[in-house]
């Protein structure tokens, strides 16, 4: 089966560092890759790159079966894809919640009445109707994530690419979060140092580390709260523990239909 996304061989500077060296990664139809790694490894920049908002200066990006080069190129592929930004304020801008979720399927086409019901519909399927005629920049950070979520889920994008998506989220609204990401049909690719989200949601997993990926266990959900409880160096082990063997090297993204 063809990759839906994939990145081959990507290098990219800053500042004279490599932050990306060579790194690839395919994300097939259903798949849910989660990509972990230390502050400062280049997982947002590797997202930024995968929608065209950072160059590489090597590699190519791969995107529903395009080898995506222009602007052009990528805009039309992000129509495709939900990209949950790190920080919610670089997302929000309009002045109320339901204005804000309703954004993008206007963008989309649809009518003034079709994006509001639809946005509408969003809100309640994340629990979140009572925040519909909130002022967005008075949320909370937990509720900004979520109405940020809600707005890209109004879309119905093929991939969802999430940046942290449980930062500053609260136990009830992280359950909300959950359930609407486990209903969520599409692939995605799942930026997070939250090992008990990585292991309620993902299928797979890698770690970005010197600028490249490789493949990583996934802890049991028990594992996970354990080791959150414990922090980092009992995580490894946890890892160590349940998985003997480690999977297979990610295959390099395919150029499909090029
Ligand atoms: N706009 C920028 N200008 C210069 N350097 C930047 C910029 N954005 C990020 N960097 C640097 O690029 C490197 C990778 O940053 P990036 O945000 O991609 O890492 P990350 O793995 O997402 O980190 P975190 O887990 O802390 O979110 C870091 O050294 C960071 O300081």
Do not use: W, Y
């Amino acid at each position: 089966m063809s990759p839906l996304l994939g990145l081959d061989g990507l290098h990219l500077l800053r500042d004279g560092r490599r932050v990306l060296d060579g790194a690839s990664l395919a994300l097939h139809p259903g798949e849910r890759l989660a990509i972990l790694g230390a502050n400062g490894s280049g997982k947002t920049t590797l997202l930024r790159t995968l929608v065209g908002l950072e160059r590489p200066a090597a590699g190519r990006v791969l995107l529903f079966g395009a080898d995506c080069r222009s602007e052009a190129q990528f805009r039309s592929a992000r129509r495709r894809m939900g990209f949950l930004f790190q920080d919610s304020d670089d997302q929000l801008f309009c002045p109320t919640v339901l204005e804000d979720v309703a954004f993008g399927p206007l963008n989309l086409g649809l009518s003034d009445r079709q994006a509001r019901a639809t946005a509408m519909e969003a809100l309640v399927a994340l629990g979140l109707a009572l925040l519909a005629d909130r002022v967005t920049h008075r949320l909370s950070g937990g509720e900004k994530r979520l109405v940020c979520l809600a707005g890209l889920l109004a879309m119905r994008p093929e991939v969802l690419l999430l940046d942290e998506p449980t930062n500053g989220v609260d136990a009830e609204n992280g359950r909300r979060l959950r359930a609407a990401l486990a209903a969520f049909e599409g692939a995605m690719i799942l930026v997070s140092h939250d090992e008990g989200l990585v292991a309620d949601v993902a299928t797979r997993a890698m770690e970005l580390r010197d600028g490249r990926l490789a493949p990583r266990p996934i802890l049991s959900p028990s594992a996970a709260r354990k080791s959150e409880k414990n922090g980092p160096d009992r995580q490894r082990d946890e890892r160590d523990d349940r998985h003997a063997s480690e999977p297979e090297e990610d295959e390099p993204a395919h150029p499909a239909h090029q």
